[in-house]
């Protein structure tokens, strides 16, 4: 039996509360995670336009922030976590993008309700605040569109259910044999983590893309832009460690894998899935 969904969120916010600055190193540690933040910048580069006014949902310690501001973005900085957001707070201050932040807030991505209609023109929810909604996706991503101006912007990641299965085989086995194979094929039909038994750890829904492009469209946006993170990174460690170690076939390797990424056959393959989508 799943627990309800808010108390699934309140096991979530203490996830992210413990996570504290292992957070910030994510994208930062291996070659995956770099190539990750990678192909989150790139696709986040071509949405924003200097002078945007952009809520940011989930911005944990700041990655993105940071972007953001050097697009010439202004930004409301939120989080579920107020750890999280404390940390994104203190590595912001003193940075020159501090002037680009209008305020930090706790946030719940399921309750947008203090904003006014389009008062955004672009809402980035990157790293999964979507994956966290469970069943309230659907509702959440309206919420996002409502706040965002027509003809803006909402973009984001979820995690991917089929290219997560295959990165972590391994795991995948071995949570299988603890929870049952009953459980197991619950999470891979509905993609949602919590049939494997949750017990102080992580948690989320995992999404194919055609129920996440399902979902843009039941919340009133259409897809402009998809794609996985990551692909062929996703490959051998030490190859890519390598590859990474020779600047000029890494950017080489990095323009493809960029590409890559963008391709219909590719989208489910990753970790992650990337969307933009318009406020139509
Ligand atoms: C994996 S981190 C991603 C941080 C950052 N956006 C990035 O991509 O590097 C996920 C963040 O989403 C936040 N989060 C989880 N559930 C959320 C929710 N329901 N509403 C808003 N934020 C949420 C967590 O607290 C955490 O800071």
Same mark, same amino acid.
């Given at each position: 039996m799943l627990a309800m969904t808010i108390e699934s969120r309140e096991h979530v916010r203490r996830y992210f509360d413990g996570l504290g600055d292992a957070e910030w190193h994510r994208l930062a540690g291996d070659v995956r995670g770099r190539v990750s933040l990678e192909v989150h910048r790139r696709l986040l580069a071509g949405l924003v336009r200097p002078g945007d006014r952009v809520l940011e949902v =989930?911005? =944990?310690?700041g990655r993105f922030t940071f972007e953001l501001a050097a697009l010439g973005a202004t930004v409301v900085v939120t989080d579920l976590s107020p750890v999280q957001l404390a940390l994104n707070e203190e590595r912001l201050r003193g940075s020159e993008a501090e002037a680009s932040v209008e305020r930090w807030e706790v946030l719940d991505v399921?309750?947008? =309700?203090?904003y006014a209609d389009g008062e955004f023109d672009l809402v980035l929810a990157f790293g999964g605040p979507l994956s966290y909604a469970f069943e309230q996706a659907g509702d959440a991503l309206r919420g996002l569109f409502r706040v965002t101006r027509p003809g803006g912007l909402v973009a984001g990641s979820v995690m991917s259910l089929l290219g997560t299965w295959r990165t972590f085989l391994p795991g995948v086995v071995k949570l299988a044999e603890r929870a049952g194979e009953d459980a197991n094929d619950l999470v891979l039909r509905t993609g949602d983590l919590r049939h494997m038994g949750v017990e102080g750890g992580h948690v989320c829904r995992m999404f194919r893309s055609a129920d996440l492009a399902a979902l843009i469209r039941g919340a009133g946006g259409e897809v402009v832009a998809l794609s996985a993170s990551n692909w062929a990174s996703l490959g051998d460690p030490d190859v890519l460690a390598a590859l990474e170690a020779d600047p000029g076939r890494w950017a080489r390797f990095l323009e493809h894998e960029v590409a890559a990424c963008r391709e219909p056959g590719a989208v489910d393959g990753g970790t992650h899935i990337l969307f933009a989508a318009r406020h139509l």
């Open positions: =989930g911005a =944990g310690p399921c309750d947008t =309700g203090r």
